[in-house]
């Protein structure tokens, strides 16, 4: 009867599927599918929607999968080490799959490297948040981005160290631990207005391969002024009134500028000592029948030094004054010989 008894209770546990036991885990639940089951499968029935492409749906979640030849990237993307990849704006692969901007920039846009609005950086310069800079000799940026030297230290070689020469030195120079001076190669440190270029001062300021810094080179028809390059080139000497100033060279109208005595008036080049609508100055006309002798408008007709034309002087041996433009002697004709005071022409 014991042996009957045992054997009940053991079928009975084995119908009931082990309910009794504390670690036979959860009920399977019969939604959840099948290892087995195909992505397409799942893909109908597990996800909330269609994946993109590119995925794939796994276990009710769409997942990124490697691209390649039987999983192509979207159109404008390429494949780049199974990922797809927008060459023109992927600052990992910028251009081209594996060109990485790194340090040189912190964009990618046409498939260039840029740091913030400007082109990339080139070594020995990174980009950081106010451009490229060197971290060699940055002392906001020494040695890495953002690292800024204390008050008194300079950055040196990446890091930031207190200055044997007070004050620093200027980029570029270097402190003699002997004399405890700044140098400019094997010379002295540099004037005002002076930066040390490849171990040279040079004069910034109107250096056309050094405009305003070291290697600042001033391109096409600009040139170095004021440590700025531009095409605003002063003239010197100054030009002359109506003349203009381009690319340094005076000029009237399209022409030279003016040579001699010669003033330019509306883009023509006039001598204003003869000129009757330009007499002394551009714009000065002459009334009536006024001539222009050397600069001044003058009535020719009854002017003693101008008597008929200009610079024909009556004042002299054979006449007096001038009437109507002829000289004349005491109110007579010129004479022939001479003219005298109160007598007039001396007979022949």
Request: aromatic share 0%.
């Amino acid at each position: 009867m014991r042996i009957l008894a045992f054997f009940l209770v053991v079928s009975a546990g084995c119908a009931s599927g082990n309910a009794g036991r504390t670690d036979s885990g959860p009920a399977r639940d019969s939604a959840i599918p099948d290892s087995a089951t195909t992505d397409a499968a799942v893909d109908t029935g597990g996800c909330a929607m269609t994946c993109a492409p590119g995925e794939t749906c796994r276990d009710g979640v769409c997942m990124m999968v490697d691209c390649g030849p039987d999983n192509p990237c979207p159109v404008g993307e390429s494949c780049c080490d199974g990922t797809c990849s927008s060459l023109p704006n992927d600052p990992l692969n910028c251009g081209a799959c594996g060109r990485t901007c790194d340090s040189r920039g912190t964009q990618c846009q046409s498939g260039q490297c840029r740091c913030g609005d400007g082109p990339q950086c080139t070594e020995p310069e990174v980009c950081c948040t106010e451009g490229c800079v060197n971290p060699q000799t940055d002392a906001n940026n020494c040695g890495a981005c953002g690292r800024a030297c204390e008050d008194g230290q300079i950055c040196e070689e990446g890091d930031c160290v207190v200055p044997p020469c007070m004050p620093a030195c200027d980029v570029g120079e270097t402190c003699d631990a002997t004399t405890m001076m700044c140098r400019c190669g094997a010379g002295p440190a540099c004037a005002d207005g002076e930066s040390c270029c490849g171990g040279t001062c040079i004069g910034t300021q109107a250096d056309n391969a050094n405009c305003g810094a070291c290697g600042n080179v001033c391109m096409g028809a600009t040139v170095c002024i004021a440590g700025g390059c531009t095409t605003d080139i002063p003239c010197e000497p100054a030009c002359a009134v109506g003349e203009t100033c381009m690319a340094g060279s005076c000029r009237c109208g399209a022409g030279p500028a003016c040579a001699g005595a010669t003033q330019c008036c509306a883009g023509s080049c006039i001598d204003t000592n003869s000129s009757i609508a330009n007499c002394g100055a551009c714009g000065r006309v002459c009334s009536g029948t006024d001539q222009c002798c050397s600069g001044t408008c003058i009535n020719t007709s009854n002017n003693i030094d101008h008597c008929g034309r200009c610079n024909n002087d009556c004042d002299g041996d054979t006449a007096d004054g001038c009437t109507g433009g002829t000289c004349t002697c005491g109110g007579g004709s010129e004479c022939l010989i001479a003219c005298a005071p109160l007598i007039g022409c001396f007979p022949l």
